[in-house]
C-alpha cells in the first residue's frame, strides 16, 4: 500500500480503515478489492451511497477529483461521456448536477483506492 499523502488520499483511507473489518494490512486490502470489484454503487462504502453524501463528497474534494478525471481521460483517450457510458448525463457536461457529480464522487474513490493500494 502507498502512502496517503493527498487530502482526498488521507480521506479516502481512513473511510476505508472505518469500514474494513480491521486494520490488518490483509483486512485493509480486502476491503479495497471490495470497492474495485463492485463499486460504491454496490453500496460496499456506507458513507456514499445517498446523494447527498455523494454531492457533498464530490464538492469537497471536485478539485482533486476532477484532475484525477482528466488524468484518466489523458491516458485512456475517453472523455467523461465514454468513461461513464449511459450512466453520465452528457446534458450536463460540467458536473453541475447531482447525477454527474454523484458518479464523479464514486470515481474519485475507487480511483484513490485503486492509486492507494497498487490495483
Not at 484525477?68 to 449511459?86: H, I, Q, R, S, W
Not at 452528457?90 to 493500494?117: C, I, K, V
Amino acid at each position: 500500500m502507498n502512502k496517503p499523502t493527498t487530502k482526498l488520499e488521507k480521506v479516502v483511507y481512513r473511510m476505508i480503515r472505518s469500514n474494513a473489518e480491521s486494520t490488518s494490512p490483509d483486512d485493509l486490502q480486502s476491503y479495497a478489492d471490495d470497492v474495485l470489484q463492485g463499486g460504491c454503487q454496490a453500496g460496499t462504502v456506507g458513507q456514499l451511497i445517498y446523494y447527498t453524501d455523494t454531492v457533498k463528497f464530490y464538492k469537497r474534494h471536485a478539485k482533486e477529483i476532477d484532475r484525477m478525471l482528466a488524468d484518466v481521460c489523458d491516458e485512456t483517450g475517453l472523455p467523461p461521456a465514454k468513461l461513464f457510458g449511459n450512466k453520465w448525463d452528457s446534458e450536463d457536461p460540467m458536473a453541475r448536477d447531482y447525477l454527474n457529480q454523484n458518479l464523479l464522487a464514486w470515481f474519485g474513490f475507487e480511483e484513490t483506492t485503486r492509486r492507494l493500494f497498487d490495483l
